[in-house]
């Protein structure tokens, strides 16, 4: 079990840090995840990107990752300790760039037409590269060939 963080905190007043695969994650994100405390930081990622906040592609432990317990890290697929992480936050950084056409640091505003940019390339697959053999990877399959129905991020603005 992984017992070093990896995070720094969340910072209210800047830009909302994801990294790669954390833009696929989101897209499905209904209220599901490895702990009570995982989900509340989760959810308030998606509720301060839907009210507008600014986001930036950023390299490694994100505002996600800040609220990871050790034995959510232990769980995780995708824990920074994993040799892989690294090139599945590569490949879904590259893809994220190819759909929204913003760099590694680069503050944005993810409204609902990027939100269904990215949602159009998870549901052909194009940008799934970093699901790898996650074991979230048949719930997130579901909620994608759903609609996204009932997942929590919206976009900026979105009504
Ligand atoms: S399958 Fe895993 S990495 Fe892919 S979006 Fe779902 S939770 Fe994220």
Redesign the pocket.
Known sequence: MQTEPCRDAVKENQPVRLRG??F??L??YKGLGYTPAFVENMTAVATRINAGAKVILHPGPDDICAALSPADRAAC??DCAKPETAALDDMAEKATVAVLGHGLNEAFTLDAEKVEKLRAA?LTGES?S???L????A??DEIAESGFAETLLKGAHAT
């Open positions: 695969h954390h696929l994650c897209l499905t697929n995708h998870f799934r970093a699901c790898g996650c074991r979230w990877r719930v997130c």
